[in-house]
Nanobody, 124 residues
Framework: QVQLVETGGGLVQAGGSLRLSCAAS????????MGWFRQAPGKEREFVAY????????YYADSVKGRFIISRDNAKNTVYLQMNMLKPDDTAVYYC?????????????????WGQGTQVTVSS
């Protein structure tokens, strides 16, 4: 099992930036992909981005493409989400997740390990 801890959330004005970090511990070598998801009040959890740990290949939801950047530092077992040009619609609790196996996915149910989440609030 992989344990995940997110940090870096907060309050920011529209147009601003935040960087989220996700520190992994435990059986980190078993994680094939690391993903970021978010959940706004009253809404379902939605995919934001994932990255393949071995290759660094990223994939983004259309809603964040061109504004968010996912990256990883395998030496530190940490994944980052740089969020730029933030909008009020980006307000949500952001979760980091790890998936085993050999295929990446945007489906939350297919990720086995989750962090506790970090709140991101974007004011207009």
């Amino acid at each position: 099992q992989v344990q995940l801890v997110e940090t870096g959330g907060g309050l920011v004005q529209a147009g601003g930036s935040l960087r989220l970090s996700c520190a992994a511990s435990g059986r980190t070598s078993s994680a094939y992909a690391m993903g970021w998801f978010r959940q706004a009040p009253g809404k379902e959890r939605e995919f934001v981005a994932y990255i393949i740990r071995s290759t660094g290949l990223p994939y983004y939801a259309d809603s964040v493409k061109g504004r968010f950047i996912i990256s990883r530092d395998n030496a530190k077992n940490t994944v980052y989400l740089q969020m730029n040009m933030l909008k009020p619609d980006d307000t949500a609790v952001y979760y980091c997740a790890a998936r085993n196996g050999v295929r990446a996915t945007t489906t939350p149910d297919e990720y086995a390990s989750w962090g506790q989440g970090t709140q991101v609030t974007v004011s207009s």
